[in-house]
């Protein structure tokens, strides 16, 4: 049971239980804020020739700088110290009223805690959030493309002949919206968890509980993380600039694809690269057959129909088959250099242990495995649909390859990848799937939007945090994985 809900009138236990949660709150929210820029800084002094006073100037703005009354650390102690200071003092007020003078503990209705619970998270979700807000704009470069994307949406033709005829800018807002989208995530999940709770319970009273329905939540897990994965795969082949920049990277870095041949299909989407047709951009593939010793017509839309799967293989031969292998078998070296060293460093303190060294190589390797699955199930995927399967299945006049090289092809792969995740562990399932969600909505919502509709955002979040500080004092099981274990310590 929550320590606030069994009032004492003890002003020492009062404070504790209100203060150190607080306290929590603005440590690991200014070591949050502090971290990537401490790594920051440290990569800047190898590259860059400071003296001492300039690089303690330099380490001081970086420690001092989530310092700011609407900064992230203050966000994390304002929404936390309201959820927690004020429940207590209303829960400290219904007991005065009801026990008068008398002393001793007073429990409160289990509808009148929760009630007054919620209220006073949505509060402090509230007024936190504004505060995050206040005062802090947005970066030059992610404004000015912003309005560029929509000035280019609305007028892509016409531009005004006078500059002074031209509309001000609309003022922009949106440098929360990841936070929102991790929150509202969460908030959804917890939602769905505790309606499948309830159904559960009924089903078991009735004694009409399967089998299926007991393997239902993981499969659950792996469709969200599978639909939010398609999402991104998306995103990232055609529409990049959604992505944040390192998450980009990131992919690109793991696909290992030639980004001639990601342009190509970007522009068979986009209408200038046309099979049968001299529109000009033959050159673009032609410097990749000339690279891997392919004939030269192989690049050229109107003489090629369509781009044939050796060059998509990239060097690995004609037989998609084969290049699935390989690619599994790069993939899964690549990763097990990743997470193998990775899952020892979080089980130093135990490598005594053979045990415990086993489990950490077996499961960075079950890891690696589903990675490695990933990249060579989105390959094989577009294979299949591209020249394999889909030719065969649907005739060429009602599916044409260019339909196909437009998006149909890429649709297959990014439709299939996200199944990898079966490979991992139930527990893994759920972690992944609530790692992408987030990701795969902020491609889907504009990042940026008119600070007319923040009220939607503001609102969003609000209800959101409410109910996971609701949930994580009343049925901490239900927000799960490290987050959930993470905000209980943190709270309770």
């Known amino acids: 049971m929550d320590p606030v809900v069994r ?19 603005y440590a ?11 790594i920051s800084y440290a990569r800047r002094l190898g590259v860059r020739n400071w003296d001492t006073t300039q690089k303690l100037r330099e380490l001081a703005q970086v420690l001092a700088g989530p310092l700011r009354i609407n900064s ?6 304002a929404l936390v110290g309201g959820s927690t200071f004020l429940p207590a003092l209303l829960y400290r007020i219904c ?38 807000n206040k005062n802090r704009g947005l970066s030059r470069k ?12 609305e007028n892509p033709v016409s531009v005004p002949v006078n500059a002074l005829e031209r509309p001000p800018p609309p003022e922009l807002v949106g440098r929360t919206m990841d936070l929102t989208l991790f929150t509202v995530t969460r908030a959804v999940d917890v939602v769905a968890c505790l ?13 009409r509980w399967t089998l299926a329905e007991s393997v239902a939540p993981g499969l659950a897990d792996a469709g969200v993380f599978a639909m939010s994965a398609a999402v991104v795969m998306w995103a990232w082949f055609y529409v990049p600039e959604r992505l944040p920049r390192s998450y980009e990277k990131w992919i690109g870095e793991v696909a290992k694809v030639d980004t001639r041949l990601i342009e190509a299909l970007r522009r068979v989407r986009w209408g200038t690269f046309v099979y049968g047709k001299d529109t000009g ?62 899952q020892i460093v979080l089980r130093f303190r135990g490598l005594k242990n053979p045990a415990v060294l086993t489990r950490a190589i077996s499961e960075g390797a079950q890891s690696s495995a589903f990675l490695a699955s990933f990249v060579s199930l989105f390959y094989y995927a577009v294979c299949l649909a591209r020249t394999r399967l889909g030719p065969k299945i649907f005739d060429q006049k009602t599916v044409t390859p260019l339909m196909w090289d437009s998006g149909l092809c890429v649709g297959a ?29 902020s491609t889907v919502l504009p990042r940026l939007y008119e600070k007319k509709y923040f009220y939607r955002e503001h609102i969003a979040f609000a209800m959101s945090a409410a109910i996971l500080i609701t949930c994580l004092r009343e049925k901490p099981r239900l927000v799960r994985g490290v987050f959930g274990r993470l905000a209980t310590s943190l709270l309770n």
């Open 7 to 25: 009032l004492s009138l003890h002003d020492s236990q009062f404070r504790t239980r209100v203060l150190r949660p607080i306290l929590r709150a």
């Open 28 to 38: 690991l929210g200014y070591l949050s804020a502090i971290t990537p820029k401490l």
């Open 72 to 77: 992230f650390p203050t966000f994390c102690a």
């Open 281 to 342: 951009q033959a050159p673009l593939l032609e410097s990749m057959c000339k690279d891997y010793n392919w004939p030269i017509e192989w690049g050229d839309p109107a003489k090629t129909v369509p781009i044939p799967c050796e060059m998509v293989h990239m060097g690995c031969g004609p037989n998609c088959e084969l290049h699935a292998l390989s690619r599994f078998a790069r993939t899964f070296k690549f990763a097990c250099a990743t997470y193998i060293p990775l």
């Open 195 to 207: 309606a499948w709770s309830r159904w559960r319970h009924r089903r078991r009273l009735q004694n």
């Open 142 to 153: 992610d404004v000015s493309r912003r309005r560029a994307t929509i000035s280019q949406e």
């Open 95 to 132: 007991v005065s009223i009801v026990a008068g003078p008398s002393k001793g503990d007073i429990q409160l209705s289990l509808r009148l805690r929760r009630l007054i619970q919620f209220f006073t998270a949505f509060i402090s979700a509230w007024f936190s959030f504004q505060l995050l």
């Open 413 to 441: 792969g990014c439709f299939m990848c996200g199944w990898s995740v079966l490979v991992e562990k139930a527990r893994k399932r759920q972690e992944l799937a609530l790692f992408v969600a987030p990701r795969a909505a």
